[in-house]
């Protein structure tokens, strides 16, 4: 069964740090690039990082750049995703996802196949 379970998320205020973290079980983790996307209320889900199998490229949103970083380790089956310096804007919920191939696509969620349920990340102004 094919699982990814995220963790981490909670209540922080601007300016503070998260640490998410996105356990894999059940897929072949070394075929498949690795994202993470956010989805705040009433808004569509958004692109936030991604960091690919093939060649080690992460890719970031812009609202994000030099804020967080997404990393992967490889012998633990695990992606995280270290927020700096938030803002009340970053608050949403997280969902890790996987996919095989960008196709181009690599900010969209289209490109990923598996998804986790999501933490919620809240930031207070």
């Known amino acids: 069964q094919v699982q990814l379970v995220e963790s981490g998320g909670g209540l922080v205020q601007a300016g503070g740090s998260l640490r998410l973290s996105c356990v894999i079980s059940?897929?072949?983790?070394?075929?498949?690039?690795m994202g993470w996307f956010r989805q705040a209320p009433g808004k569509e889900r958004e692109f936030v990082a991604t960091?690919?199998?093939?060649?080690?490229?992460?890719y970031y949103a812009d609202s994000v750049k030099g804020r967080f970083t997404i990393s992967r380790d490889n012998a633990k089956n695990t992606v995280d995703l270290q927020m700096n310096s938030l803002k009340p804007e970053d608050t949403a919920v997280y969902s890790c996802?996987?996919?095989?191939?960008?196709?181009?696509?690599?900010?969209?969620?289209?490109?990923?196949?598996?998804w986790g349920q999501g933490t919620q990340v809240t930031v207070s102004s």
């Open positions: 996802a996987a996919g095989e191939y960008y196709n181009g696509r690599y900010n969209s969620p289209g490109a990923y196949d598996i």
């Open positions: 059940g897929l072949t983790f070394l075929r498949y690039n």
């Open positions: 960091f690919s199998v093939t060649g080690g490229n992460t």
